[in-house]
T-cell receptor
Framework: SQELEQSPQSLIVQEGKNLTINCTSSKTLYGLYWYKQKYGEGLIFLMMLQKGGEEKSHEKITAKLDEKKQQSSLHITASQPSHAGIYLCGAEPSGTYKYIFGTGTRLKVLA | DTAVSQTPKYLVTQMGNDKSIKCEQNLGHDTMYWYKQDSKKFLKIMFSYNNKELIINETVPNRFSPKSPDKAHLNLHINSLELGDSAVYFC???????????FGPGTRLLVL
């Protein structure tokens, strides 16, 4: 079974709209990472969250980690076509030393 | 300068062949990884090396053999390729086992 679930699986939004992607774990996480993957390319690191309740922002992207460290959300404000791609959350469940990835969210932004 | 590089970028081969994928990082990291991304874009760890020592070996057929000649390189050799091996293979590196991982561009393997 997949230990990191992402929702939605895919998302199509009009340029300028806000959107949120969620990443949920059944276990407490040591750390939570967000990556973006463009078609045919590797993963690009976006942000890392380690503390419960932590929130980080970079340009128009904000990520939060809940207090229990089991759920994270990625919020994009005023989306642009350049935000299109696959967003993946990655994490290490506490005590496992194994790095796992979420199922991915495919984002398309219509101009 | 490319931080994590992989060669080749594309690999098309016949079933039963043996092939290698190379990975190099110039970030000075001590931990390197191999991941497999299947057709549904699901990314799964295969191996992890720290200072040339194997620390993670997921349930991967023993046809897959990683080799780390030094901390900056982690190569993946695959024997007797099967159709199901077709995927994108990503190499990554980090400074320590619990830090941000930086990914290579991927190697797209197609087994015919």
């Amino acid at each position: 079974s997949q230990e990191l679930e992402q929702s939605p699986q895919s998302l199509i939004v009009q340029e300028g709209k806000n959107l949120t992607i969620n990443c949920t774990s059944s276990k407490t996480l040591y750390g939570l990472y967000w990556y973006k993957q463009k078609y045919g390319e590797g993963l690009i690191f976006l942000m890392m969250l380690q503390k419960g309740g932590e929130e980080k922002s970079h340009e128009k992207i904000t990520a939060k980690l809940d207090e229990k460290k089991q759920q994270s959300s990625l919020h994009i404000t005023a989306s642009q076509p350049s935000h299109a791609g696959i967003y993946l959350c990655g994490a290490e469940p506490s005590g496992t030393y194994k790095y796992i990835f979420g199922t991915g969210t495919r984002l398309k932004v219509l101009a | 300068d490319t931080a994590v590089s992989q060669t080749p970028k594309y690999l098309v081969t016949q079933m039963g062949n043996d092939k290698s994928i190379k990975c190099e990082q110039n970030l000075g990291h001590d931990t390197m990884y191999w991941y497999k991304q299947d057709s549904k874009k699901f990314l799964k760890i295969m191996f992890s090396y720290n200072n040339k020592e194997l620390i993670i070996n997921e349930t991967v057929p023993n046809r897959f053999s990683p080799k780390s000649p030094d901390k900056a390189h982690l190569n993946l050799h695959i024997n007797s390729l099967e159709l199901g091996d077709s995927a994108v293979y990503f190499c990554a590196s980090s400074h320590g086992g619990r830090e941000t991982q930086y990914f290579g561009p991927g190697t797209r393997l197609l087994v015919l």
